[in-house]
């Protein structure tokens, strides 16, 4: 048999066997020959936060507009522009101010205002991981995009080695899925990772 077909068919039979739990799914399916098991956590897709950019460069601001919705509160992304710049204008957000726009107090479009905290410092797979599985989007930048990370695929073996075999975002990007996996050419190329609290 040849080898990289059974293994394609035993990651695929895993990712299947992974449980739904509620808003999110975490878990783990068997364990498949050779001693591999896949397992995931994420949130259901049912309220993943998504929204589509309104400009070419606001990427960063269509994933800040859907994590508040995801929250419960509504800002617009031209809003979040406003804030940002000073005016409406279709710039990009560097890491610094999209870290700057999850650090600091906001009010909604229903007058309630709320607390947002952003930490790059800590972020990482395992910490993604821990906080998708808590109901818990992150901000995911690569190759000069931002995205909403919502779920992450990881196999581990009998060891407890673990390596990611999917990443899985909300694209704001118009046209594109909105639902898609990360290329392994995206994954190697994240240049941050934002853990988000909002209060």
Do not use: K
Not at 109 to 130: C, H, K, L, M, W
Request: glycine share 8%.
């Amino acid at each position: 048999m040849n080898r990289r077909a059974f293994l394609a068919r035993s990651l695929g039979a895993s990712l299947a066997a992974v449980p739904t739990i509620g808003r999110t799914y975490v878990g783990c399916g068997p364990v498949m020959p050779p001693g591999i098991q896949m397992c995931e956590a994420g949130l259901a897709a049912s309220v993943a936060p998504v929204a589509i950019q309104q400009m070419p460069e606001w990427c960063w601001a269509a994933c800040i507009e859907a994590v508040f919705r995801y929250y419960g509160h509504y800002i617009p992304q031209v809003e979040i522009v406003r804030e940002t710049w000073g005016e409406i204008v279709n710039l990009p957000g560097q890491p610094q101010q999209i870290v700057a726009d999850l650090n600091r107090p906001w009010v909604d479009t229903e007058g309630n205002p709320f607390r947002v905290f952003g930490d790059v410092y800590s972020a990482n797979v395992i910490t993604a991981s821990q906080d998708l599985a808590n109901n818990m989007p992150l901000i995911i930048g690569s190759m000069g995009h931002a995205m909403v990370l919502t779920s992450l695929q990881w196999a581990r073996n009998g060891l407890g080695a673990q390596q990611i075999a999917a990443a899985i975002v909300r694209d704001p990007w118009p046209g594109n899925a909105m639902q898609r996996i990360l290329s392994p050419q995206e994954w190697f190329s994240v240049n941050f990772l934002i853990r988000i609290r909002v209060i």
